[in-house]
């Protein structure tokens, strides 16, 4: 394979010049014949938007240092996709704007041990005390526009994503849609952790993906799977396979849903680290979406609260199926799409093998008992224990009609489903924060709940 250095091209590694045009003759030139791009070490390559194309290997050599540009006018719409806001699409199409990108771009491979900076210091505009501000519009949906994703691949199977880092994303780190027959595997997601929307991994209606040895450190959530909107031509979510990542994040380690109007299913997720996280392991059915047959199994799972600017409060095992906007008011396309009234669905989702520390309770909860179906827990080791200056207490977001339930948490929190089982587990509390929780178990409306070598210690 041949190698095409940027810098044979005319970019400079000063951190000042602009180098996208000085990438992008690389990119052309390595192309046309299968060949490598290589981004040298040594000095900060800065640049905007970057289109890769197919078949050629992108690669940051150890040490190289890629920095996206702050200025919004080096942001070039590439290709139109309905752009993503408050985790949903807006009506119309609008420009994305993304720092590196490809369309239907087969057999592209991103690799090297350098780093790819998505310069999230440039687009803040003031710093909070547990989240900051970001530069855009406040609200609505064009409130993200300013924005670019790190890197967004599009309709491009095959892909293979390695060892890179990618630090300080002002948005979604890392976005696949429509990316089919891929892996990632020993990369590290390094975020400013009050960055908001600064996502680590977002699958948005692949299948077949492997997400494997990763370190991911975010504000938003570490891994988030969708089925989005505006996004259907490429189909459901199916065959995904999660194992041996590590997570921190100030939302959620493994999400499923929120963005669900499409299919989620077959997803494994297995021996994963989880620390010091607002979430540990979500199923969040919303927008009409089901989620089926999800296990989570062999893993360490540790949770705190942080700020409610954040979603989550500890809850390490979350299984929630809801609207997202409250049916009965009239839709206002400000908040996004339509689907957003509809009802999601979970129906098959196993816990297993899971020792777990958790601020908060373990939580099924559904809207009504047909839409939380086949939930089982075995062989879960959870020890409660207050780990932050906030109450604990149940976070229920996105919810059109409760947001927080705010009396003492019980240790399993279930409500409204359908067949629920605990088995061989152990529950036990931190004596330092005992009063801060209720009972074991606390449960309404469960039809067919079974319980069986269930231990703990009497309050």
């Known amino acids: 394979m041949a190698d095409f250095s940027i810098t044979d091209f005319g970019a400079v590694a000063d951190g000042t010049t602009l180098n996208t045009e000085a990438i992008d003759r690389a990119i052309e030139a390595a ?16 640049s905007g938007s970057i289109l890769l194309r197919g078949a050629l290997e992108f690669h940051l050599e150890e040490g190289a240092h890629l920095k996206a540009s702050d200025r919004y ?19 119309e199409v609008l420009p994305q704007r993304s720092f590196i990108s490809a369309f239907e ?48 691949l599009v309709g491009c199977d095959a892909v293979d994503i390695h060892n890179i880092t990618i630090k300080d994303p002002a948005f979604w780190a890392l976005r696949l849609t429509g990316c089919n027959d891929s892996a990632i595997t020993g990369i590290s997601i390094l975020t400013d952790l009050m960055v908001p929307n600064a996502d680590g991994i977002d699958i948005d209606r692949c299948q ?41 994040s100030t939302s959620g380690a493994i999400t499923l849903g929120t963005e669900s109007v499409g299919l989620i299913e077959n997803v494994i997720v297995t021996d994963c680290i989880v620390k010091d996280s607002h979430r540990g392991f979500a199923v969040r059915a919303r927008e009409g979406g089901l989620i089926s047959n999800v296990v989570f199994e062999n893993s360490i799972v540790e949770t705190r609260a942080f700020s409610e600017s954040w979603w989550g409060h500890g809850e390490a095992l979350h299984v929630t199926a809801f609207s997202w906007d409250d049916p009965t008011q009239e839709w206002n396309p400000e908040h996004g799409n339509i689907e957003r009234q509809l009802e999601g669905r ?26 939380v179906k086949n939930i089982e827990f075995s ?68 039809d067919g709940f079974y319980t069986h070598n269930l231990t703990f210690e009497q309050p």
């Not at 997400?211 to 969708?226: E, H, M, P, Q």
């Open 208 to 248: 077949n993906v492997q997400i494997t040895k990763c370190t991911l450190i975010t504000a938003d959530d570490c891994i988030s799977l969708k089925s989005c909107c505006g996004t259907s031509q490429y189909g459901s979510v199916r065959n995904i396979y999660i194992s041996q990542c590590f997570m921190k």
């Open 379 to 446: 062989r879960i080791s959870l020890t409660m224990k207050k780990a932050s200056k906030w109450s604990p207490r149940i976070d229920l977001r996105p919810n059109p009609i409760i947001d927080f339930v705010r009396e003492k948490p019980a240790a399993f929190t279930l409500r409204n489903a359908k067949n629920v089982a605990i088995v061989n587990t152990e529950i036990q509390w931190d004596p330092q924060s005992r009063s801060e929780y209720s009972k074991a178990m606390d449960h309404e409306n469960i």
């Open 31 to 46: 192309s046309a014949v299968g060949g490598r791009v290589v981004i040298p070490a040594g000095g900060t390559f800065l």
């Open 346 to 371: 979970v129906d098959g989702v196993k816990f297993s093998n899971i020792r777990v520390e958790s601020e908060a309770a373990i939580l099924v909860w559904g809207g009504h008992h047909e839409l």
């Open 105 to 152: 771009a087969h057999d592209l491979s991103i690799t090297g041990k350098g780093t790819i900076d998505g310069n999230a210091d440039g687009f803040i505009s003031e710093r909070g005390q547990y989240i900051h501000s970001m530069r855009g519009p406040v609200g609505g949906r064009s409130q993200y526009l300013e924005r670019p994703f790190t890197v967004f």
């Open 73 to 91: 006018e080096d942001y070039l719409p590439h290709h139109q996709i309905p752009h993503v806001t408050r985790g949903t699409v807006v009506e």
